[in-house]
């Protein structure tokens, strides 16, 4: 791979990446392909199917045992490809409440409202997948080889490049 600001052959390793992007600040792909250029120091990072792995992120946060917060909420709609508008016209609610919901410093999300959300995703995105071909009882093996599901909210939520590209899948929660 070349570097995009040089030109220079880029080197590759594996490795881990804070998947930041993602909106979440908790979540780590590991084993995945980074590329870094010698010369100036630019890292890329390659990571494959990315709708397969926003569907396992969006299912994983499914499982948690806790409230959706703000970032959960935030993240959720986006999969979706939803606007604050058209969430709060599914859920029932005003689009103030959906901005709220997804403010770190906003309302909590009440648990029926939490609930309804999380119903939603599962059904948006299994027709989504399925118009695609994407096989979604993978990747929910994958969450429910791990039940239960009990991470802390400081914890990390470890995802391997396998856990969503292969068939044979294990996840780690650390």
Not at 22 to 41: E, R, T
Not at 100 to 119: F, M, S, V
Request: aromatic letters at 6%; glycine letters at 6%.
């Amino acid at each position: 791979m070349k570097c995009a600001s040089c030109g220079h052959d880029m080197d590759r390793t594996t490795g881990t990446h804070r998947y930041e992007e993602s909106g979440l600040k908790y979540v780590m792909l590991m084993n995945v392909a980074i590329y870094k250029c010698p010369d100036c120091g630019e890292m890329e990072v390659e990571i494959p199917r990315m709708e397969e792995l926003h569907c396992l992120i969006g299912l994983l946060l499914l499982h948690l045992p806790i409230r959706l917060g703000a970032a959960e909420v935030k993240y959720l709609r986006k999969n979706m490809g939803y606007t604050q508008d058209e969430l709060a016209s599914y859920l029932g609610v005003t689009r103030a409440s959906v901005a709220r919901w997804e403010d770190p410093g906003g309302r909590t999300i009440r648990i029926e409202i939490d609930k309804t959300l999380r119903q939603l995703y599962v059904r948006k995105k299994h027709e989504d997948l399925e118009k695609v071909g994407i096989d979604t009882r993978r990747l929910l093996e994958v969450v429910l080889e791990r039940l239960p599901f009990l991470p802390k909210k400081e914890q990390q939520l470890r995802i391997r490049t396998e856990d969503w590209t292969k068939e044979k899948t294990s996840i780690a929660l650390f």
